[in-house]
Structure formats: C-alpha cells, structure tokens
C-alpha cells in the first residue's frame, strides 16, 4: 500500500509536468494524417492477476465478464498471457476458456511467474516448459495452438549465456516472445482499489481512478514519443495491462480515450509483422523493460564502440606522426597509468613518462591499435512512473592490442586495457594497464 501511495502521488507530479511542459495533452491528441496507430492490447497475469485479493469465484468470474465485455465493446482482440500456476481455483480453467470463446489468443507467461535475474536457467527454463505443456493441452482441446511467450517481470536475462538459453529454447518449442512496448505499472492500483471498495469508501475509489486513468495516459504518451523519436515514423505499439479489478472497471474508458487520440486496435499478426519487432536486441539487464527502451540502449553500445574506436584510431594516427601532445590530450587529468615498471598518476605524468621514452619520432614507430573487446558501463535507472530503465552509457572498458612497426627492427605488440568515462566532448582515458 505504501508502494501504490508513493506511485500515485508520482503520478499525479508527472501529470503536472505534462499539463504545464510544452506538450501537454492536446499536443498528443493527433495523430499523423496517414492514419490511425495500430496497438495491440496484452493482458498478463490470466485469469486473475493479484489472485490473492481474488480468492473467491464468483470475483474472479466476475472481474472476467467485466475485462471480456470492454474488450468486445471495442472490438479487441487481445492476447493473454497465462501463468498457470494462478490456474488454481475452481473454474479457473473455465475462464481461460472464456477468453478463447470470444476470440482472444492466449500465450505462455511461465508457470510460476519466477525472476529470470534471480533464478538459474535451467530451473527457470523448466518452469516456462511447465507452463508452456499446460496451457499448450488446454489449446488442443480448443482445436489452437500456442505462439508467444512473454517473460516475468519483462527480464530476458542478466547474463549473455541467460539471454541465448532461454531463445534457444523458444526457437526449439516454436514460442516467439511476445515484447512490450508500452509498459507501465496498472498493476500497483489493484490491491487500493480491492480494499477500498471493499470498505465503500467512494472518496478513495474516485482519487484511485483518476491515478489510474492519468498513469496509463502518461505511459501511453511517453512511450509513443520514445518509439517514434528513435524510429523516425509513427511505430504500432504492444500495450502491456493486467487482469484485475481495477481494469474491468476502467478499460471501458480508457479503450475510448485510446481511440479517440487516433489509435486502431490491431491483432497480433498485423503489429508484429512491422520491421521494429524483427530487428533483434540483445539488451542483458538485472531489471525488464519496455521494447523501446532496450533498442535505445542497444542503439547507445553501437554509438560508444564507434566512438571508442574513433578516439583509438585518433590515438594511433597521433602517435605515428610522433605528436605526443595529441595522443595524451585524451587521458584524463588525473588518470592512472600502469605498466610492469609501475604506476603513473596524472595527463601530465604520463606525457612525461612518454617523453622520457620516446624521445623522438623514430624511437616511436608506427601504432595501431586492435579493438578486442568493449565493455560497456551502465545501470538501471527507476522512472517518476516507477519503471525500471537502462541508465544511459556512462562509462566502457576497452581490451585492445598494440603494435608498434619500425623500418629498422622487430615489432613490437602486447596488450592494453583502458577503462574510459564519457564526458560532454568526447571520452576520456580514467585508466590505462598496458603490458
């Protein structure tokens, strides 16, 4: 509760900003002249997410006839993503089968909704096949098969080895990953709204719905804005909501709001057949994210190799033409130098030592240095929505390999390993371990 209560009351200062920043609602309300954006409506959590505020059937069905009847009012057709394992009170599997009647598509979300960051690959493999097998014998007996496949808590992996485990696995089952592009966090006004009907308080529900409503609006805006900043053209989008209480309340209006700010419901086939949803994306994080995010992450470790790779090339074209100044003008003013002779400490004194060395253009040689591995430096950042989001690039390590070329004797090679930090110009040398 105190969670929801820090959200709602961000919430309600990011709407502020909105109102009073130069695009304020009315800047959203249209949409390019070559027509209505396609979205995807999602539901995760099937058949009734926070179940544990749900215990009982006739809630649970009920909640059910509210979500199905906005969906069908809109003519949506949604996909839910099922975790089987809250398949698990009477008439829960009726339910599902409801969803399926109206003519929604239902996809594997795991069998206990684990962490992927906080779970080994193979038990977390494991639990999405337990999941998967299920809900797969449920379609059959529908005359459907099982496509998608959404991750827990949007995490993919926390490691590169965790990240191909679990696409090789969907590949070898036939699950595609069903992404999200407009995250955002209806889930944390469930349990306030639970309790406050429960107590008929109407003052409470109304402060609630009015959160709820401007949340998502927020999360719609934002998003839109991000995708279609980072793609050059207006982008479908994939709408992440969840089976609750809350919704069955509200998707009514929101639906309406989506459609009167010049959006189109699409299936899933249409959006996920636009390029965006091809181009792979190897974002490895502790936290999950929505779509857009992750590619512009993605699109920031391009920029720094690139940028990396420059400043290397800068280096050794500064020291094959023997200007000391200029290969050193990179180094930080207090970077740290090591070598099998010791340690150097500060720009100046690493010149200096370079000098000392090098007294002239031929005892230098010709450099070229050979990128071996860069390794970006980034965290996690939570948003005023309360999502979690790649922090931008702040920092890189870079293994590479030296070489030094003379006319008159043997070269020379051996290895360097520089840790960079991004400053507003450009990067900068912080550490240099050269062998």
């Known amino acids: 509760m105190a969670l929801a209560s820090r959200l709602r009351a961000a919430w309600r200062f990011a709407a502020l900003l909105l109102v009073v920043g130069q695009r304020g609602p009315a800047a959203w309300a249209q949409q390019p002249a070559s027509g209505r954006r396609p979205i995807l409506i999602t539901v995760d959590d099937l058949p009734i997410a926070a179940g544990s505020v749900h215990p009982e059937p006739d809630d649970r069905a009920a909640i059910t006839r509210g979500l199905l009847a906005a969906l069908q009012k ?236 420059t400043l290397l090339r800068q280096q050794a074209a500064a020291w094959s033409r023997g200007d000391l100044d200029a290969f050193c003008a990179v180094y930080a003013p207090d970077a740290l130098f090591l070598s099998p002779s010791g340690t150097t400490r500060g720009r100046q004194a690493v010149l200096e030592r370079y000098r000392a060395r090098y007294p002239g253009k031929e005892a230098m040689g010709a450099l070229t240095l050979e990128l071996l591995e860069l390794r970006t430096a980034s965290g996690t950042e939570f948003t005023l929505l309360g999502d979690a989001v790649p922090s931008r690039i702040h920092g890189a390590s870079a293994a590479a390999r030296w070489t030094l070329s003379y006319p008159d004797r043997p070269t020379a090679s051996g290895l360097t390993l520089l840790v960079l930090h991004r400053r507003d110009d450009g990067w900068e040398i912080v550490q240099d371990s050269s062998m």
């Open 74 to 309: 809109h003519r949506i057709q949604a996909v839910g993503l099922v975790a089987w394992g809250k398949v698990s009170r009477p008439g829960d599997r009726e339910l599902l089968t409801q969803w399926l009647r109206a003519g929604h598509e239902l996809g594997n979300h795991s069998h206990s909704h684990l962490d992927y960051t906080h779970t080994p690959a193979e038990t977390y493999v494991a639990d999405v096949e337990r999941g998967r097998a299920a809900l797969a014998e449920l379609l059959f007996a529908d005359g459907k098969t099982l496509r998608f496949f959404r991750y827990p808590f949007l995490c993919e992996g926390d490691t590169e080895s965790k990240l191909d485990t679990m696409r090789a696995y969907l590949e070898r089952t036939g699950q595609r990953n069903l992404p999200v592009s407009i995250d955002n966090q209806d889930w944390s006004f469930e349990e306030p709204w639970v309790k406050a009907a429960a107590a008929g308080d109407g003052a409470a529900l109304e402060e609630i719905t009015q959160d709820y409503v401007a949340a998502l609006r927020i999360a719609v805006r934002h998003h839109e804005s991000r995708g279609d900043h980072l793609a050059g053209r207006t982008l479908p989008q994939i709408l992440l909501l969840h089976a609750g209480a809350v919704g069955a309340a509200h998707w009514d209006s929101l639906f309406t709001w989506l459609e009167r700010t010049g959006h189109r419901f699409a299936s899933a086939d249409e959006v996920l057949a636009d390029s965006v949803f091809a181009r792979p994306c190897r974002y490895v994080g502790d936290f999950g994210c929505g779509l857009w995010d992750r590619l512009a992450h993605q699109r920031g470790e391009i920029q720094a190799r690139a940028e990396v790779e």
